[in-house]
C-alpha cells in the first residue's frame, strides 16, 4: 500500500507531512477516547462539525522538515510491526541516516515507538534527539517499571541518552523551528513554531486529538494526563492560532492534519487545509 505523503513549504522551510499509520472508524471508537463525554453531546457535536458518524479518521502525521541546512523529524511514529514512516520517508528520497535532528514532542508509544528498529539499533543513527526536560525524566522513571508497557519506552530511550538535549524553556531548535512548552497532555508536552520568510505553521502535536476539541477545549481525552491543564494549553494554542492566523499541523487529526482555526459564528472550529 501506498504511503499517504503531502508535500508543502513554510517559507523557505521544504515540509513533509507522512502518514505513519490511520484509521476510519466509527463514532464508538471517538467515543472511547472520550469515556467522560455523554455519547449524545458527542454524536450531537461531531454532527454539527460535518463529520460522518460512521468514518471519523484518526491519524498519525508525522512532519518532516527540510530547513536547507538541516532535515528535521517530528517524532517517530508507532514502530514495529505496523510504521508506514520509514516508506514515507523513502518516497520522499529521504534516507534515514540523513535525519539531522528528531525532535520529540512526549513520550507515548505513537510518537517514539520508532526510534529503534527490531534489533534495537537507532533507525536515525547520524541524528541528535531532542525532548523536554521534564518529559524526559518522567518517562525513564516510568520505563524503571518492569512491566511489559514500559517495555517500549526503554527499548527506544535507552538508546539516545548519550544523543539527547533536554531543554527547559522555549527554544530555538535550529534556526526556524522553535519548540514551545504545551503541558498537560503530558507532563513535558511540547508544540512547535515554524517560521520562514514571514510563514508560520503552528504544530500542535497532541494538544488535540479530534478537531471539536477545537471549539470545545473543555473536552479531554483519557490519555490527557493532566486534564485541567491539557484544557489551559489546548485554548492558548488555538486561541493564538486564530488570533495569528497561523496554518496549524495537528498529529492526529484526519491525513495530513493541516488547518486553520477559524471564528465562526462566535466560536472557534477547526477548518481542514484543502490539499
Ligand atoms: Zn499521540
Known amino acids: 500500500m501506498m504511503v499517504a505523503t503531502y508535500s508543502f513549504q513554510v517559507g523557505r522551510l521544504q515540509c ?16 472511547g ?34 530547513t536547507g541546512a538541516q532535515r528535521v523529524l517530528m517524532d517517530t511514529g508507532e514502530g514495529l510491526p505496523d510504521s508506514q514512516l520509514l516508506d514515507g520517508l523513502r518516497a520522499l528520497g529521504v534516507a534515514p541516516e540523513a535525519i539531522d535532528t528528531v525532535i520529540l514532542t512526549h513520550g507515548h ?59 527547559e ?4 531548535i535550529v534556526p526556524g523551528i522553535c519548540v514551545l512548552p ?24 497532541d494538544a488535540a486529538h479530534q478537531p471539536v476539541q477545537v471549539t470545545i477545549t473543555e473536552w479531554s481525552p483519557r490519555f490527557d494526563m493532566q486534564p485541567d491543564r491539557a484544557q489551559q494549553t489546548r485554548r492558548a494554542l488555538v486561541e493564538r492560532a486564530a488570533r495569528e ?17 477559524m471564528e ?3 466560536e472557534l472550529v477547526w477548518q481542514a487545509a484543502e490539499i
Open 16 to 31: 513533509a507531512v507522512i502518514q505513519d499509520g490511520g484509521v476510519v472508524g466509527p463514532v464508538e471508537r471517538i467515543a
Open 33 to 66: 477516547m472520550f469515556p467522560d463525554i455523554p455519547h449524545d453531546s458527542l454524536e450531537r457535536e461531531l454532527l454539527r462539525h460535518g463529520f460522518d458518524l460512521n468514518a471519523l479518521p484518526f491519524s498519525l502525521n508525522v512532519l518532516l522538515v527540510d
Open 109 to 167: 508509544r505513537d510518537h517514539i515507538g520508532g526510534i529503534v528498529d527490531g534489533d534495537g539499533k537507532l533507525i536515525y543513527a547520524n541524528a541528535r534527539y531532542v525532548m523536554w526536560r521534564s518529559e524526559w525524566e518522567h518517562w525513564l522513571a516510568v520505563g524503571q517499571q518492569p512491566d511489559e508497557r514500559s517495555q517500549y519506552i526503554r527499548r527506544n530511550l535507552i538508546p539516545i541518552q548519550d544523543r539527547v538535549t533536554l531543554i
Open 169 to 172: 524553556a522555549e527554544a530555538e
Open 182 to 205: 504545551a503541558p498537560g497532555h503530558t507532563v513535558g508536552h511540547i508544540a512547535l513554531l515554524l517560521e520562514s520568510d514571514g510563514e508560520r505553521l503552528l504544530h500542535i502535536v
Open 245 to 261: 492566523k497561523l496554518l496549524v499541523a495537528a498529529y492526529h487529526f484526519g491525513f495530513p492534519g493541516l488547518g486553520n482555526v
Open 264 to 266: 465562526q459564528d462566535g
